[in-house]
């Protein structure tokens, strides 16, 4: 499917960066306009993949290109003044050539974490199409500030957005790696996932069976119904499975798989399971929290697309999680050298990590020991103050 991408902030307009090039590389076109804004010109000019002409400088009377130093009430104010020309660049996408907007920010620092609630209810006034949002939560040990930001940004985000997706730093990043190269390696992940789910919306139906393949209104049907959600991806090079490919012999995956044996079978709902029960965007036990739909999508050629394997994984999920609304279907990829599974879980209650960021930021709120923003009451109603909006997350 088709997206109009929006970067807010630093980590924003990274993630956005990486979309980009992922797009490119793969060929998927799953990003149809992207734009990014900040507050800090040094963010946006190190970007490499966004257009020039589409990168926003807000704030230049208030912040003069600096940043806001994580206030996110300032974020949200510097956003609220300076829509018009955030607008002038949404001006310039075919919004009905779109499926839908994609906002992305972190969720702890100043200006994505306040613009994000800000632009997504200007986009839902606007227009008709659906507006996502994938928020980045801080790590535990970036301070309660962070945390804070997080948790206001958070509820405000869930009751402006159609969904927002989750994706938890502390989870994916490796013990000991640096930041910077750490944030490099998650954002390209990040947009593998982020470029299989949409890409799976967006294929030529006239090369694959439209019975079996999954198209955007599927994708837009579980993400219907707001709330939170969380990506889970696994994938197996066929190259790697057997050195026989560069003799010219199927792998064993294609093989098994297209004769849709016991052990094709095996192969995609084991890759379903790695999917599901591995390192999802936004850490879940599947079978302790409560999910409202699912959406099980598995890539690659399409002689490894096991039918078989595919409704048994689909039907493992729905076992797995206790939710009987799990979409299940194929994304055809000629050319790909990888079998990959995406899992969507949307409409999530319960999990623990959304729960711990509430304690982290109520204690801080209490304290006011990291608070550096000004209380303005007309913001409030922008980012929320009611810790209780959350409530409907656990
Ligand atoms: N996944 C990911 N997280 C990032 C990246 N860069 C920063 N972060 C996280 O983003 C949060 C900080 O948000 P930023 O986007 O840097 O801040 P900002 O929205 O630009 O706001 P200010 O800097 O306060 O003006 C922290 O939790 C970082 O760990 C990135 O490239 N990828």
């Known amino acids: 499917m088709k997206l109009g991408v929006v970067g807010l902030g630093q980590a924003g307009g990274k993630i956005v960066d990486a979309l980009l090039e992922y797009d490119q590389r793969t060929n998927c076109h799953i990003v149809h306009d992207a734009l990014t804004v900040n507050t800090a010109t040094a963010d946006l000019n190190a970007l490499e993949h966004i257009p020039a002409d589409a990168r926003v400088l807000i704030g230049k009377s208030q912040v003069g290109g600096q940043g806001v130093g994580g206030d996110n009430e300032l974020g949200a104010t510097i956003t609220t003044e300076d829509i018009t020309e955030i607008q002038h660049v949404i001006d310039t996408i075919s919004v009905h050539e779109i499926d839908a907007f994609l906002l992305v920010a972190a969720l702890g620092g100043g200006t994505g974490s306040g613009a994000l609630p800000v632009v997504g209810r200007h986009l839902k006034q606007l227009y008709t199409e659906p507006v996502y949002g994938l928020g980045i ?74 019975e079996s393949v999954v198209d955007a209104s599927e994708i837009i049907n579980t993400l219907k119904g707001g709330g939170v959600s969380t990506l889970g991806y696994a994938s197996q090079s066929l190259e790697e499975e057997d050195g026989a490919e560069a003799a010219g012999l199927l792998s064993r995956f ?15 709902t084991s890759l379903v399971r790695r999917a599901t029960l591995g390192r999802l ?41 206790g939710c009987l609304s799990i979409r299940g279907g194929d994304y055809p990829l000629p050319e790909s050298n990888t079998v990959a599974v995406v899992v969507l879980f949307s409409g999530i209650s319960g999990a623990d990590r959304l729960h711990e960021l509430r304690s982290i930021g109520s204690e801080a709120q209490t304290t006011g020991a990291e608070r550096t923003g000004s209380s303005d009451r007309h913001l409030e109603s922008i980012l929320g103050d009611d810790a209780d909006e959350l409530d409907s997350l656990f």
């Open 281 to 321: 965007t936004l850490p879940v036990e599947p079978a302790n929290v409560s999910i409202d739909r699912g959406l099980v999508i598995v890539a690659g050629p399409s002689d490894c697309l096991n039918r078989k394997g595919i409704e048994r994984g689909r039907t493992w999920v729905e076992e797995q999680t």
């Open 254 to 268: 294609k093989r098994e798989s297209s004769t849709d044996s016991a052990g094709g079978t095996n192969r995609i």
């Open 137 to 210: 939560l801080p790590s535990t040990n970036e301070g309660g500030l962070y945390s804070l930001n997080a948790a206001r940004s958070l509820q405000t985000a869930v009751r402006e957005l159609d969904n927002l997706l989750i994706f938890d730093n502390d989870a994916h990043r490796q013990a000991n790696e640096s930041l910077t190269g750490g944030y490099a390696a998650i954002n390209r992940e990040l947009a593998t996932r982020l470029g299989v789910l949409f890409g799976a919306g967006d294929i030529d139906t006239g090369t694959a069976n439209p």
